[in-house]
């Protein structure tokens, strides 16, 4: 279970960034974990080859995070390389390694049990991940999700950050679409407000919250 403290701090992450620049432009900003996305369909595709080597320079100052669809998406010996946290849309398969779970709150819902031993936290998203629609913000019921970090995204943005988080209290929020001038180009502008948006959230919180936690990305 999360180490729970008396401050609250919901983490950030920023998604699908494909350069070195908007990796350290995000990281300035305040972001707590960077995401590069190397599903072969997304928009915001990067190269597993260009991910590493982005990641590798950007470790020293935030946690990367390596977004996958399946498990197929990169071969299992690249994987082992990778110097972070790997977040899938899968239960099963893959390496002997942590992962955070990425699926839709009615999947989450219908599981009974943790599907996997090796998961290390829970990214809850929109039925249709990636496309960046809204959904009704809240918490997974079984009670054993309530074991493991809550990250939540889809559809998320600088102007409905606060509601999300005063509804579902998560331990960290994702953003990928939600902080972009256009389809897979991040406006930094935007990912500025959100992060100060986040930040400005946890004044409405109560610090006896279920996601008062000190883990941090880089633990996972």
Request: no cysteine; charged share 15%.
């Given at each position: 279970m999360p180490n729970r403290s008396a401050k609250l701090k919901t983490l950030v992450k920023i998604c699908g960034l494909r350069s070195i620049d908007d990796a350290m432009r995000a990281t300035e900003l305040g972001a707590d974990a960077v995401g590069f996305v190397v599903?072969?369909?997304?928009?915001?595709?990067?190269?597993?080859?260009?991910?590493l080597a982005i990641?590798?320079?950007v470790l020293a100052s935030v946690t990367p995070v390596l977004v996958l669809r399946h498990w197929s998406d990169v071969p299992t010996q690249e994987l082992r390389l990778w110097p972070g946290p790997i977040q899938v849309y899968e239960f099963v398969g893959g390496p002997d390694r942590k992962r955070i779970l990425g699926c839709s709150i009615e999947q989450l819902n219908q599981l009974q049990e943790c599907p996997n031993e090796h998961i290390s936290a829970l990214l809850v998203d929109?039925?249709?991940?990636?496309?960046?629609?809204?959904?009704?913000?809240?918490?997974?019921?079984?009670?054993?999700?309530?074991?493991?970090?809550?990250?939540?995204?889809?559809?998320?943005?600088?102007?409905?950050v606060a509601t999300a988080i005063s509804q579902a209290c998560p331990w960290a929020v994702d953003v990928s679409s939600g902080v972009e001038s256009s389809r897979g180009v991040k406006d930094f502008k935007m990912v500025k407000d959100f992060i100060e948006n986040t930040q400005g959230a946890q004044k409405n919180i109560d610090a006896s919250a279920k996601n008062a936690s000190t883990i941090l990305f880089n633990q996972l």
């Open positions: 599903a072969p369909a997304s928009p915001r595709r990067i190269s597993f080859q260009d991910s990641a590798q320079l929109a039925p249709n991940a990636g496309a960046g629609e809204g959904w009704n913000w809240q918490r997974p019921k079984p009670p054993w999700t309530s074991q493991l970090p809550l990250i939540l995204a889809g559809g998320l943005s600088p102007e409905n």
